[in-house]
């Protein structure tokens, strides 16, 4: 298995410049995540899903889109990028309903350096 | 406002000895807490966690405790060893949330431990 896979693992936009972080697994988890972490802040929720077809927001959700149409995949779409976005994004994934843990012994992917200029 | 709090950014400790990270937390709904720790460059990988209807988890070296009436908890590492040097984070989530709070975690902003040999 390849776990949570990301990529790119760096990216430079400039200001105004929309993108896709792109995220899968091959574990065949129902739940994945999207978190942003930043210096002093730890790591915070931009969105997550409890499954395909299935996404709500987190605690940092303004300025990202996310969509589930596969269990597999998961991407983050930037729409229009800001200095304020400049961060380390981690996508998660975890077994979900399968188990009442399940949801919270997330795997995290290696993580996306995002530069916003 | 912070609801899952690491006082400590850092903390150095001799080989051989005990690590204490320290977590505190606000929100009184948060039932199952987590430790996750994380390599440079790397995701975070969970470690060992505990549910609210116990005090003590152990796994190995690493030992959780937790305290619910001051809403304190910590990770022991006994004995520590080089390779434990890495970011500690702390999470906690409201397991029976139920509905959309289910599977999400709040992490604090994490301790970086160095251990010396």
């Known amino acids: 298995n390849a776990g949570v896979t990301q990529t790119p693992k760096f990216q430079v936009l400039k200001t105004g410049q929309s993108m896709t972080l792109q995220c899968a697994q091959d574990m065949n988890h129902e739940y994945m995540s999207w978190y942003r972490q930043d210096p002093g802040m730890g790591l915070r929720l931009i969105h997550y899903s409890v499954g395909a077809g299935i996404t709500d927001q987190g605690e940092v959700p303004n300025g990202y889109n996310v969509s589930r149409s596969t269990t597999e995949d998961f991407p983050l779409r930037l729409l229009s990028a800001a200095p304020s976005q400049t961060s380390v994004y981690f996508c998660?994934?975890?077994?979900?309903?399968?188990?009442?843990?399940?949801?919270?012994?997330?795997?995290f992917g290696p993580g996306t350096r995002l530069t916003v200029t | 406002d912070q609801q899952v709090k690491q006082n400590s950014p850092s903390l150095s400790v001799q080989e051989g000895r005990i690590s204490i990270l320290n977590c505190d937390y606000t929100?009184?709904?948060?039932?199952?807490f987590l430790w996750y720790k994380k390599y440079p460059a790397e995701g975070p990988t969970f470690l060992i966690s505990?549910?609210?209807?116990?005090d003590k988890n152990e796994d190995g070296r690493f030992t959780v405790f937790l305290n619910k009436s001051a809403k304190h908890l910590s990770l022991h590492i006994v004995p520590s060893q080089p390779g434990d040097s890495a970011v500690y984070f702390c999470?906690?989530?409201?397991?029976f949330g139920g509905g959309t709070s289910y599977g999400k975690l709040t992490f604090g902003q994490g301790t970086i431990l160095t251990v010396h040999p």
């Open positions: 999470a906690a989530s409201a397991l």
């Open positions: 929100n009184s709904m948060f039932d199952y």
């Open positions: 505990i549910s609210s209807i116990k």
């Open positions: 998660a994934s975890s077994y979900g309903f399968s188990t009442w843990r399940g949801a919270y012994e997330q795997y």
